[in-house]
T-cell receptor, first 115, second 115 residues
Framework: GAGVSQSPSNKVTEKGKDVELRCDPISGHTALYWYRQSLGQGLEFLIYFQGNSAPDKSGLPSDRFSAERTGGSVSTLTIQRTQQEDSAVYLC?????????????FGDGTRLSIL | GNSVTQMEGPVTLSEEAFLTINCTYTATGYPSLFWYVQYPGEGLQLLLK?????DKGSNKGFEATYRKETTSFHLEKGSVQVSDSAVYFCALRFPPGAGSYQLTFGKGTKLSVIP
């Protein structure tokens, strides 16, 4: 079956531009996560969606970052006025609910490069 | 707070050598523990997991045992292959009721296996 799908796989943009990254989770998975993987910081949690509950945004690094999840499925992560320090691989994961022993399944990521 | 510490790499081994990658954690309560692997150019894949003390997770010849007394989850493999070359991440997930169940990752350990 299909895994977590992310698009685009690579994105290069100029500093100051806005970008949108898309995540399509595994069908039936109610929990969706965004993480960021960068050389200096390793893997960092950004935001979590569970069903219709309010998202946990505690990992978002600044108010330039936002995310939404429409219809409990596809999610979009938006970065406004991009900065060079936003360059990283953005990973999306989904899981069956939010129970702690349910594994998260990851997409291949979007590699974002800010010039 | 909750954190994961794993041995720094890179680790270089000859084929058929024994592998240990150390991982210790700090957490409130009893988290679930995971090892994820990232092969070159690919996304994160779940390698194995353990959800309670003394559980042993195993997959593809890799094993790790959840040791509550030492708060450790060391990854081992008796005989590594070139195809095991990858970055390995130890991770924990918050106990139920303690948050939104995002994964907290170690920094990753790069393993290179030479023929």
């Amino acid at each position: 079956g299909a895994g977590v799908s992310q698009s685009p796989s690579n994105k290069v943009t100029e500093k100051g531009k806005d970008v949108e990254l898309r995540c399509d989770p595994i069908s039936g998975h109610t929990a969706l996560y965004w993480y960021r993987q960068s050389l200096g910081q390793g893997l960092e949690f950004l935001i979590y969606f569970q069903g219709n509950s309010a998202p946990d945004k505690s990992g978002l690094p600044s108010d330039r970052f936002s995310a939404e999840r429409t219809g409990g499925s596809v999610s979009t992560l938006t970065i406004q006025r991009t900065q060079q320090e936003d360059s990283a691989v953005y990973l999306c994961a989904s899981s069956l609910g939010g129970v702690s022993n349910q594994p998260q399944h990851f997409g291949d990521g979007t590699r974002l490069s800010i010039l | 707070g909750n954190s994961v510490t794993q041995m720094e790499g890179p680790v270089t081994l000859s084929e058929e050598a024994f592998l240990t990658i150390n991982c210790t954690y700090t957490a409130t309560g009893y988290p679930s523990l995971f090892w994820y692997v990232q092969y070159p150019g690919e996304g994160l894949q779940l390698l194995l997991k353990a959800t309670k003390a003394d559980d042993k997770g195993s997959n593809k010849g890799f094993e790790a045992t959840y040791r509550k007394e030492t708060t450790s989850f060391h990854l081992e493999k008796g005989s590594v292959q070139v195809s095991d070359s990858a970055v390995y991440f130890c991770a924990l997930r918050f106990p139920p009721g303690a948050g939104s169940y995002q994964l907290t990752f170690g920094k990753g350990t790069k393993l290179s296996v030479i023929p």
